[in-house]
């Protein structure tokens, strides 16, 4: 049985920084895409960020470019989002999701975490 766990959330002040792990079990995915979405109260979820297979090249939605980074680490099967700079808009549930079964920045993913909360505090 595959799963992502997510951890690393909490509450922080602006222009704090926080870093978000997910660890995958169950199977690898270093070929994979990976990524990372989150969700606002009473918004839809969205992307935030993207690495196409370990070690590729990072994709980031406007509001993350410059601020948050993207990681893994094969030898733990793990999924990073470094955090930096963190705004009050930034609260939100934040999920990691594996596999894409579509675009890399929808929501067409196969495998999804329970999401961890990151609440930024002004």
């Known amino acids: 049985q595959v799963q992502l766990v997510e951890s690393g959330g909490g509450m922080v002040q602006t222009g704090d920084s926080l870093k978000l792990s997910c660890a995958a079990s169950g199977r690898t995915f270093g070929n994979n895409a990976m990524a990372w979405f989150r969700q606002a109260p009473g918004k839809e979820r969205e992307f935030v960020a993207v690495?196409?297979?370990?070690?590729?090249?990072?994709y980031y939605s406007d509001f993350a470019k410059g601020r948050f980074t993207i990681s893994r680490d094969n030898a733990r099967n793990t999924v990073y989002l470094q955090m930096t700079r963190l705004k009050p808009e930034d609260t939100a549930v934040y999920y990691c999701?594996?596999?894409?079964?579509?675009?890399?920045?929808?929501?067409?993913?196969?495998?999804w975490g329970q999401g961890t909360q990151v609440t930024v505090a002004s």
């Open positions: 690495q196409r297979w370990s070690g590729g090249t990072g």
């Open positions: 999701a594996a596999e894409a079964r579509g675009t890399l920045f929808g929501h067409d993913y196969t495998y």
